[in-house]
């Protein structure tokens, strides 16, 4: 009927609003990774962004391992952010305990940490942004992908914490220059497990996610955002 149509007409409406990327081509993705900290030589992140190509289908992946360092993480997402102008952003970190992809929901406007970052740097409470908001949320279509990773077997949950070490401090950046630009562009922060070749590093029974797994969840989300 003209009423259904009309209805179905709507919703893809609303769909396009809340995901523009959907039926787009050449869509650029800028998905990045974390250097090595604490007592690991590896990362989780930056060797599952090591695993995506550079196309899928017609869309773009750009790639890049970011340093654990408070503001050096942030400046050097700028730069990549101002060069590439992505459509799409996704900034993945390693978190032991993770049982699978746990896709954060919001930053909170605070750094503190019981280890340093790699420049030697602890906080224990401070702003991240002096009269920035208390917090500020993902625009990614959370329980959408969620859903989407689970259906084709992936393990994902949505993550009301993302910390208050150095990922928590890119994904409020990284939520912060979004706002501050007029152009659209969906991003947000997902957390991983360690992956198998951590396994000496953590306690025993400690989740791991092999980097090829967590590749294949970057790519169905990929997909889900431009289905």
Do not use: W
Request: aromatic letters at 8%; proline letters at 5%; hydrophobic letters at 40%.
């Amino acid at each position: 009927s003209r009423l259904l149509q009309n209805t179905r007409s709507c919703v893809r409406m609303i769909s396009i609003y809340f995901n523009p990327l959907r039926k787009e081509t050449n869509v650029l993705f800028l998905i990045t990774g974390f250097d090595p900290f604490g007592n690991s030589d590896r990362n989780a992140s930056a060797e599952a962004v090591r695993c995506l190509p550079a196309m899928l289908g017609d869309h773009t992946i750009v790639t890049a391992t970011l340093p654990v360092v408070y503001d050096k993480c942030a400046d050097t997402l700028y730069a990549l952010l101002d060069e590439h102008q992505p459509d799409c952003v996704l900034c993945l970190g390693q978190a032991a305990g993770r049982e699978g992809i746990s896709i954060e929901h919001a930053a909170v406007n605070v750094k503190a940490s019981s280890i340093p970052d790699n420049a030697g740097v602890t906080f224990s409470g401070e702003k991240i942004a002096e009269n920035g908001a208390e917090s500020l949320p993902s625009n990614l279509p959370l329980k959408e992908l969620t859903g989407a990773l689970r259906e084709v077997g992936i393990p994902a949950k949505i993550s009301y914490s993302a910390g208050t070490y150095v990922c928590n401090n890119l994904f409020y950046h990284l939520m912060q220059y979004a706002s501050e630009h007029a152009r659209r562009m969906l991003c947000g922060f997902i957390h991983i497990p360690p992956n198998e070749s951590q396994k000496t590093d953590f306690a025993e029974g400690t989740p791991l996610m092999a980097s090829a797994e967590v590749a294949r969840a970057i790519k169905a989300i990929i997909a889900y955002l431009c289905a």
